[in-house]
């Protein structure tokens, strides 16, 4: 894909952080926007930011990604309403943080619903008109956590490692068929949303000091350098994106020592990790 000019891009989760950013940036590049979020006034914000930004259209609609006849039905309409698909973006995703011993099923179904099966969902339904486009791209957001584990992040960390293995095998398949449909999976490390401050936590974790530690302390990039990062990873048609110095350097860490990273996280983790509330 040469560049995005005039291609119609769907981005889940474009109510606020990296979502907003990809639609806001894509906007000056002359996309038309298919966006989606449950939260629909931040949704409805964004699409004034893309309008203003440039995008010739902007369609609009609230969509819980872990419901898959919605998202069969949005599907259906943003393809009638552009009369194409060029990109979807999966972006929507949650945060659920605690011990597996204290995660309750309701909260590890409700991420793995909207981590997972949203992606799944996401790209099921677009791939048939990506794939008629000619010109298609898959971007589905993992994590720097599907690269490596971290204790207290056991569910987020079977999502994001999920994604990363489904879109990667998905690329594979693209190119076995020979279809013109890049797939691109994106690792962000630690950026400046409110992942942290809307995650689930279990009893045992002490919300308020988990989403300070992540924002004080581990999100360094803002969302607008992710976005600018993301677009380029598309437009070269890269296989993996790495979005900040601590994905890069985390992934060379745990790539080079192999198991034995667990070790060392286990470690350092009950250094800096905030003690659980008694």
Do not use: C
């Amino acid at each position: 894909m040469k560049n995005l000019n005039n291609k119609v891009v769907v981005i889940t989760g474009a109510g606020s952080g990296i979502g907003r950013a990809l639609a806001v940036n894509l906007a000056g590049k002359g996309a038309r926007l298919a966006l989606s979020d449950v939260n629909e006034a931040g949704l409805d914000e964004t699409a004034a930011l893309a309008k203003d930004a440039g995008s010739p259209d902007v369609h609009t609609a609230r969509l819980d990604v872990a419901d898959k006849d919605a998202f069969a039905a949005y599907a259906d309409a943003v393809a009638r309403h552009f009369g194409q698909v060029n990109v979807v973006i999966n972006n929507a995703g949650v945060a659920l943080a605690g011990d597996v011993t204290d995660l309750t099923y309701g909260d590890m179904e409700w991420i793995v619903g909207i981590n997972f099966w949203g992606v799944v969902y996401g790209t099921k339904e677009f791939l048939p008109h990506l794939i008629a486009s000619g010109d298609g791209h898959v971007v589905n957001l993992s994590s720097l956590f599907g690269l490596l584990a971290m204790p207290g992040q056991s569910a987020y960390n079977a999502t994001k490692f999920a994604v990363r293995g489904f879109t990667e095998a998905l690329r594979e398949e693209m190119l076995v068929a020979g279809h013109n449909v890049g797939v691109t999976s994106v690792h962000p490390g630690g950026i400046k949303t409110a992942i942290a401050r809307s995650a689930r936590v279990s009893d045992k974790e002490d919300q308020a000091a988990t989403a300070k530690l992540f924002d004080e302390k581990l999100a360094r990039m803002t969302p607008e350098r992710a976005a600018e990062i993301i677009v380029k990873g598309i437009v070269k048609n890269q296989a993996r994106v790495l979005v900040g110095i601590d994905a890069h350097a985390l992934h060379n860490f745990a790539k080079f020592t192999g198991s034995r990273y667990e070790d060392v996280v286990a470690l350092v983790s009950k250094r800096v990790l905030p003690a659980k509330p008694l």
